[in-house]
């Protein structure tokens, strides 16, 4: 399924119109903060989906039952881009393992091609997986990173997470994703231009985050 939180009103829509202001991303620090913002709201939806079990702890005053997740979720997300949005999924499941990918867009030419060169994460192996990448374009980095995820053990499920989403890259993902999974986004946007970025889009999420690279 897929999941957009743009489909209701509600103040992560000031958060998004902040990060797509090309006035307002002159301020790196504020572009960053609205990123976890909106990564600590998306991360509290996502919450709303996982398995929960009856646990009992000690109050001052007394015994009392309560839910807690079954399982916590183990959050991986795509360097360097993603880092800020992490963070904010940090906030919420912060018991969390994490996991960490070097995946990045090879320019030129007419197709896209993923480079993955850095993997680093615990066991996934029937675990509840949150990839985390500010940008769904073409889909392929999300695909890529899965199927060399699968090497560190199947997940149950796998969240994707973004903040922003094109149909062209949902629409891969849907076709080509090895194991059960949902799409988490703040906003489906338009389209991809003939350069495979997302139209309205914001930019390059790391370049406006950290500065631009060579």
């Known amino acids: 399924m897929v999941f957009n939180l743009s489909d209701q009103n509600s ?3 000031q958060y998004l119109s902040e990060v797509r202001d090309k006035a307002l991303q002159r301020d790196p620090s504020r572009f960053r903060r609205n990123m976890e913002r909106m990564g600590f709201i998306l991360a509290y939806e996502i919450s709303k989906q996982l398995t929960y079990t009856k646990s009992v702890v000690e109050t001052p005053l007394a015994q009392t039952e309560v839910d807690v997740p079954a399982s916590l979720p183990v959050l991986i997300t795509v360097l360097r881009a993603g880092l ?3 963070n904010g999924f940090l906030d919420v499941f912060d018991q969390s393992p994490c996991g960490f990918i070097g995946a990045y867009r090879k320019e030129g030419g007419e197709a896209v091609t993923i480079n993955l060169d850095y993997l680093a994460t615990p066991s996934l ?3 509840d997986v949150l990839l985390i990448d500010p940008m769904l374009a ?3 980095s999300f695909t890529r990173s899965v199927q060399s995820l699968l090497a560190r053990g199947r997940p149950r499920k796998v969240y994707i997470a973004a903040l922003v989403a094109a149909p062209d890259g949902i629409n891969h993902i849907e076709k080509n994703m090895p194991v059960p ?3 988490w986004t703040v906003a489906i946007d338009e389209r991809l231009n ?5 139209v309205p889009g914001l930019g390059d999420a790391g370049d406006l985050s950290f500065g631009e690279k060579l």
């Open 194 to 198: 003939d350069k495979f970025y997302i």
């Open 84 to 86: 800020p949005f992490f």
């Open 11 to 13: 103040v992560v829509k």
């Open 125 to 127: 192996e029937g675990r």
């Open 138 to 140: 073409t889909g392929l």
């Open 181 to 183: 999974f949902d799409i």
